[in-house]
């Protein structure tokens, strides 16, 4: 039981989406969220990575360039971090994330896509950064 008086179902193993998503960053990610709310934590590991991540028609790289494009439209910066690290572990190239965040312009107007790209630039900062 948690203080929350809920049973939880034991967190589930690193599953195929999960793992990529998350990359090195997992442990991080999980105390975060766990760090929010336990229970959160388990229904966000079992519901969309476990099972809506785990069982689409969609690849992996395809579902996380939606996910990008998903976030900036809800103004999201730490999950959008989160998935385009995510879209690159999964195959997706820089000019593949550009033309999702791209394609938020039409929809979603200049300020959020340009707070999309900021993202995008500061998380390849970042990498460059480590290399260097």
């Known amino acids: 039981m948690t203080d929350t008086g809920h049973d ?39 519901f969309a990575y476990d099972t809506v991540y785990d069982s689409s028609a ?20 730490p999950e959008l971090r989160t998935h385009l690290r995510g879209a690159l572990n999964a195959g997706a190239t820089e ?13 979603l107007g200049f300020p959020r896509t340009v707070a999309g790209f900021e993202a995008l630039k500061n998380y390849l900062d970042a990498q460059e950064k480590k290399k260097g």
């Not at 997992?26 to 105390?31: F, L, S, T």
């Open 8 to 46: 939880l179902p034991p967190a589930p193993p690193e599953t195929g989406a999960r793992k990529i998503i998350f990359g090195s960053q997992h442990d991080r990610i999980m105390a975060r969220l766990e760090g929010l709310d336990p229970e959160l934590a388990a229904h966000i590991q079992a």
């Open 58 to 77: 969609l690849d992996l790289k395809t579902q996380e360039l939606i996910a990008c494009a998903l976030l900036v439209s809800l103004g999201s910066p």
């Open 95 to 107: 000019a593949e994330l550009r033309g999702a965040l791209m394609l938020c312009v039409p929809y």
